[in-house]
């Protein structure tokens, strides 16, 4: 065969491996230069049970609000005294201080904000309510360069941020079939969510929630590499069982 056609030949099937490869790592491949995207998929945060919030209220008049934040500790000895938050229970309430329980499960926090303003407007003129999420965290798992459950700054993160914090996918991970497991009380919903496509925008896992599970499946060329891996691992085990029985053998003789 002429060095010229092994090299046609060899350019074509380089050729098709990085076409193969593109299909499997690039994100929103098909987004083309200067689209817009209007982005109507918006993140709107609910309250689940067993949700840790911590809720201050506050108006220019410090006393009267007082008793409308919970604290633990004291000024005696130093200790400066810690805000109590609150835990959303299985009945979706919370034990609120002179208000008494209020049920926030499947509010925002926006929502719950307007509600409370209702609430104290029998003991308080005008008062500032800030509400925060303690415990929005994400778990991501499989085929990414660092796995684990990272806490969230804030009321929202998108898939890819999330990611983003577990060092993206790794090369030998599915970027086309990213599972995402979404708890409410005692239902799960399970989403799948295509990041090679611009539809990624307007799947419902393209915001996340907390305590969302991010599952990356490997590729095929992971799966064959982790069965290679556990081939190897067992050819090992089973060469030093044979070693092991050998030398046995010639110290016994």
Known sequence: MKNSTKIGI?????????CAARQDVVYLQDITDYETL??????????????VVNIFVSTLDPEASAPFN????????????????????????????????LRIAGLSPSETRTLLQEKLSDYLKNPIINIRIQNFTVTILGAVNRPGTYPVNGEQITIFEALGLAGDIGIKGRRDNVKVIRDFGDTK????INLNSKEA????????????FVYV???????????LDQRASIAVSIASVLITSTVILITRN
């Open 217 to 227: 499946e490997p590729n095929k060329s992971g799966k064959t590499q982790s069965s």
């Open 201 to 212: 925008f307007e799947s419902p896992a393209y915001y996340l929630t907390q305590n969302d």
């Open 10 to 18: 060899l350019g074509t099937i380089l050729l098709l491996c990085s």
């Open 189 to 192: 919903v399970y989403h799948t």
């Open 38 to 51: 209007v982005n109507q998929n918006t993140a709107d945060t609910k309250f689940k049970v067993d949700d």
């Open 70 to 101: 919970l604290f633990r500790g004291g000024q005696e000895g130093g200790i400066v005294p810690q805000q109590v938050n609150y835990i959303i229970d299985k009945n979706g309430e919370i034990d609120f201080p002179v208000i008494g329980k």
